[in-house]
């Protein structure tokens, strides 16, 4: 979104103006431990990420996990996060149900679905 708004800066001869260095500094802040070292992978003509390190990383192996020993996320939360990420999608069923009567989403037919 930044990169898209900083060429419509350009594009309209808006360089030099405040929006271009509030931008700037919004950059600078987001950005600001972003270091580290990323190995590629070169093969006819593609690039291939294969790793990266950073001193900043926000992904522990550790941390990733639902286990007992270490919960930093708790298994419960999973499930809250599914149900607000599809609450918009839920409100407007509702919704198109209210007013018609009926929703062009149908219920699905949940013995169809294989569970392990």
């Given amino acids: 979104m930044i990169a898209l708004k900083y060429a419509d800066l350009v594009y309209?001869?808006?360089w030099y103006t405040r929006l271009r260095?509030?931008?700037d500094a919004f950059v600078d802040v987001t950005q600001e431990h972003v270091t580290g070292a990323a190995?590629?992978?070169l093969y006819k003509g593609?690039?291939?990420l294969v790793g990266r390190k950073s001193p900043f990383s926000l992904y522990r192996e550790d941390y990733a996990t639902f286990?007992?020993?270490r919960c930093v996320q708790p298994e419960g939360d999973a499930e809250g996060f599914i149900k607000l990420f599809g609450l918009p999608m839920k409100v407007a069923a509702l919704l198109d149900i209210?007013?018609?009567g009926r929703s062009e989403y149908a219920r699905p037919d949940y013995s169809a679905f294989k569970r392990d």
Avoid: F
């Fill in 67 to 69: 286990g007992e020993e």
């Fill in 46 to 48: 593609n690039i291939m």
């Fill in 39 to 41: 190995r590629l992978k």
């Fill in 98 to 100: 209210a007013g018609t």
């Fill in 12 to 14: 309209n001869g808006q």
């Fill in 21 to 23: 260095q509030a931008l």
